[in-house]
């Protein structure tokens, strides 16, 4: 049973006519994202009255500090923007993550131009829309994406493991006993190995808490050291000892072709040439056939419900 993840999605994404030019962008992957998580829509530059359609506004150094400009009308919208945010994250509740428009100067979590000053000839360097600045500090623990990066398989794939993952955390912490952290660490266990074998050991001294701290300090402790595992994407050679761990456990009960043919994916994983998903149905194939509890159990084999596993691809490799 998988939790419903919270995320807030730029409403132009498939929920609202709300762009600039009055249009709407359909984007697949939000679509199939909709029965699975919780999303609140928002459009930041309609809820501070910019309307739709609007003369578009552009992120801009103005005393060397970013702001919110709209060339048209000379008008700055820094404040109101962030007023808004502060008032919306008020009242949205707990955010397991942001699926934002890329590129937005309000939205667009990075690679959005931000000019070098008003004038028309200004250069420009790249950085983060206004509205998605705000929202990163105010949830600094939440996965955040663009839907032009989700166009890549592979981060498509990490953005869902870290969504859920913070989600099954936010639903343990509701639960909060230590019964229910242990069975988290448990269940994580190769998860976590892969992401981080250093940081993983130490979320298992945090849960066998031999200094007695409270509950309530053992969970904020192993939910920080959670969320600077899944900041970082996994290295592809500690997924490849966490996979050949996870082998060990039915290696035996295979033949030598197949142990051959497994370690022979596990080469074409290393070489991108198929996704990590590919090694795990096969993990988890054999997990069911041999009955192997320890590895059933292990979220790392169904990190996300595998109705939301589609095989479109950009094309531009591991990182996108
Ligand atoms: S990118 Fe953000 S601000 Fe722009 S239309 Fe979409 S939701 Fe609105």
Partial sequence: MYPKPVVVVSACLGFEACR????????????????????????????IGLGVPRKPVRMAMIEK?????????????????????????????????????????????GDVKVYDGT?????????????????A????????????????FELREQFLV???????FRQTSSQGSMRDLVSFQSTHKLLLLAWNQTRFRKCG???????KKPL????????????????ARPRTPSMINTLMHAFGWISEGL?????????????????ERIPLSALLRLLKGYAVRFQKPYLLEQVLLSPFPSGLVTVSDSGKGRGG
């Fill in 20 to 47: 600039y030019n009055g249009q709407m962008i359909e984007d697949s992957f939000v679509r199939s994202l909709k029965e699975h998580v919780t999303f609140i829509a928002v459009c930041p530059e309609k809820a």
């Fill in 65 to 109: 500090k970013p702001h919110l400009y709209q060339p048209a009308t000379q008008e700055v919208f820094t404040e109101k923007m962030i007023g808004f945010a502060k008032d919306f994250f008020e009242t949205c509740g707990p955010v397991d993550g942001f699926l934002l428009k890329n590129r937005s100067p309000s939205c667009g979590p």
């Fill in 119 to 135: 004038s028309k000839s200004a250069g420009s360097r790249r950085g983060r829309g206004l509205f998605a600045e705000c929202a």
């Fill in 137 to 152: 500090l105010e949830h600094p623990s939440a996965v955040m994406e663009d839907e032009g990066r989700l166009k890549s």
């Fill in 162 to 168: 870290r969504l859920y993952t913070l989600a099954r």
């Fill in 205 to 211: 001294r945090i849960t066998a808490n031999h200094e």
């Fill in 216 to 231: 309530a300090e053992v969970y904020a402790d192993y939910g920080a050291e959670l969320q600077k595992i899944m900041t």
């Fill in 255 to 271: 033949s030598p072709e197949e142990r051959v043919f497994f370690l022979e994916s596990l080469e074409e994983y290393r070489d």
